[in-house]
């Protein structure tokens, strides 16, 4: 948060008004997206989802339809906070340029049971997440998108027409073949 919150984080037992907004966003992406993924974990500002291509995963058109109500459901519940947030500060007045960014990767994985916690592991995982700094932003700018990479497209049988075909170079990766699609 800004400066403006660095004192006020939980003074008096208040939690800062930023923090049930993001809250309420992620909630609104979960719920738009579980089932029929499953639920990982959220990391930070992020939201990790899985399903097994085996079990009745969503294929082709379903895919993206349920990515384009997320970010719906994302912008309506963005929009719906910027009527009532009235906190002025630079963090909290930028809240309505917030957008997202879907990654979507077909893969190997290996459900880990670690300290409690399911943990999925292996390195189309890695692959996933190194995926999150991309180029994407170089063909679409700041605008909302998603990126799937050329395994997902075809092993779930995704549309492709009309979306930009890029190459990744993800650190430490060989390039990876992918297909972005804009959201707003």
């Known amino acids: 948060m800004a400066i403006v919150h660095a004192n006020d984080d939980f003074a008096d037992g208040n939690v800062p008004k930023a923090y049930p907004l ?32 085996d079990e009745g995963a969503p294929r082709g058109q379903e895919v993206v339809d349920i990515v384009g109500r997320s970010y719906a459901e994302f912008r309506r519940r963005l929009a719906e906070a910027g009527e009532t ?17 879907f990654i979507l ?10 300290a409690g916690s399911r943990e999925l592991v292996g390195a189309d995982v890695v692959l996933a997440h190194r995926l999150l700094k991309n180029s994407a932003t170089d063909a679409v700018g700041r605008r909302a998108y998603l990126l799937m990479t050329e395994a997902a497209a075809a092993s779930l049988g995704i549309p492709t027409d009309g979306a930009i075909h890029q190459t990744q170079a993800p650190e430490d990766l060989a390039p990876v073949e992918t297909y972005l699609v804009t959201l707003a």
């Not at 738009?32 to 399903?51: C, I, N, Q, R, Y």
């Not at 990767?105 to 670690?114: E, N």
Request: charged share 15%.
């Open 105 to 114: 990767h077909a893969g190997r994985f290996v459900v880990q049971d670690t």
């Open 85 to 101: 947030m009235t906190c002025t500060c630079g963090t909290c007045s930028r809240a309505s340029v917030l957008d997202l960014k």
């Open 22 to 53: 993001m809250s309420s966003l992620l909630d609104g992406i979960v719920s738009t997206v579980v089932p029929p993924f499953t639920l990982s974990k959220l990391e930070g500002d992020a939201v990790f989802v899985f399903a097994d291509t």
